[in-house]
């Protein structure tokens, strides 16, 4: 899987008027977004606090996201986050916060790449866009802000990094895709079940930039390296998949197969 720097842009969204055919579960790999037939992404607000303007698009194709996974979300996962739904909704505050320090950290290590440069300085303007999103849906919700600690899932990855440069960036990088996939991953799936049709459709909104976002991650790590990732990527791949595969005593966003709740 040698990547093109070059493409780190391009979508896996497709756009196509909703059809009777359309109908999607959440094991379907084409995901239904669209709220009514009248939903046009022409029409959106892409910058907008106001999550009451965004346009969800009518089209997520997950099927890059499913096949670079490792490992599905469990129905044991989704039945635990829609029973703390308000831990879930903070931990997603707190995961768009800590993406956009991640960037921010990263443009000031390694100022010598225009590409990256300017990657991540547009990953932060839209991080930050969605945490304040989030933040507005937890004042809607009359949600008070409380202490979370981090889970184990970042932390469970980055320990694997390697140490000398520029290999240690690759793997940062390797990280950051895996943690975009999985963030959209399951969003996807609890967009389709929770009983919250707002938060939905801003689910289904986030589809849009997350799906892209691993692939952005993944071109720039590729973009510093003379030699095929592919190695590293499926090392993080079996890593990832084994945190979100095995047993965990916290609940978070990122979390394993919950227990003792």
Excluded at 133 to 160: D, F, N, T
Excluded at 185 to 190: I, Q
Excluded at 195 to 222: G, T, V
């Amino acid at each position: 899987m040698i990547i093109n720097a070059q493409d780190s842009s391009v979508s896996t969204i497709t756009h196509h008027s909703p059809s009777k055919s359309d109908t999607a579960t959440k094991d379907n790999v084409v995901i239904n977004t669209a709220l009514d037939g009248n939903s046009n992404e022409s029409s959106s607000h892409e910058d907008s606090v106001d999550i009451t303007q965004l346009s969800p698009p009518l089209k997520v194709d997950l099927s890059l996201i499913y096949n670079f996974l490792g490992a599905r979300t469990s129905q044991a996962w989704v039945n635990a986050a829609i029973d703390n739904l308000a831990l879930i909704i903070q931990d997603h505050a707190n995961c768009e916060k800590k993406a956009a320090g991640t960037a921010m950290n990263l443009i000031f290590r390694y100022e010598f790449s225009y590409d990256l440069q300017r990657k991540l300085a547009q990953l932060i303007r839209e991080e930050m866009l969605h945490y304040e999103q989030v933040l507005g849906i937890m004042h809607e919700r009359g949600q008070a802000w409380k202490y979370l600690s981090a889970g184990r899932y970042a932390k469970g990855m980055l320990k694997h990094k390697r140490t000398y440069e520029p290999a240690a960036m690759i793997d940062v990088l390797i990280i950051g895709a895996f943690i975009e996939a999985r963030s959209c991953e399951r969003f996807a799936a609890l967009a389709e079940v929770i009983n919250d049709e707002r938060l939905a459709k801003y689910y289904r909104y986030l589809l849009k930039s997350e799906s892209r976002h691993f692939e952005d991650y993944l071109a720039l790590a590729q973009s510093l390296s003379d030699d095929s990732i592919d190695e590293r990527v499926t090392f993080f791949k079996e890593v990832e998949a084994e945190l979100i595969s095995t047993p965990d005593t916290e609940l978070r966003f990122h979390s394993g197969d919950p227990v003792a709740l």
